[in-house]
């Protein structure tokens, strides 16, 4: 059984050192993933993040505004 990590909003603003502005400002200009899960609070993929850093997300797909759920800009 696999556990993935899930970072909510604190920590992926302490992680990446971005305030929730920031954050969201970045979200929003498709500049950074959109939160895996919606709620409160938000929480990112662990996996997601290190594939953004990794450059294996390509974050200018039209349907950027579904969500991670959908994951479907990973890059193949």
Same mark, same amino acid.
């Given at each position: 059984m696999s556990?993935q990590?899930i970072?909510?909003?604190? $920590?992926? !603003?302490?992680r990446y050192r971005f305030?929730?502005?920031?954050?969201?400002r970045?979200v929003?200009d498709?500049?950074?993933?959109?939160?895996t899960?919606?709620?409160?609070p938000?929480?990112?993929s662990g996996?997601? &993040?290190?594939?953004? $850093?990794?450059g294996?997300i390509? &974050?200018?797909?039209?349907?950027?505004?579904?969500g991670p759920? !959908? &994951?479907p800009?990973?890059?193949?």
């Amino acid at each position: 059984m696999s556990h993935q990590i899930i970072y909510r909003t604190t $920590e992926v !603003m302490e992680r990446y050192r971005f305030s929730r502005a920031t954050l969201y400002r970045k979200v929003k200009d498709r500049t950074f993933p959109p939160p895996t899960f919606l709620g409160r609070p938000n929480k990112w993929s662990g996996s997601v &993040l290190d594939a953004f $850093e990794q450059g294996e997300i390509n &974050l200018s797909i039209d349907n950027h505004h579904l969500g991670p759920r !959908m &994951l479907p800009w990973l890059k193949s």
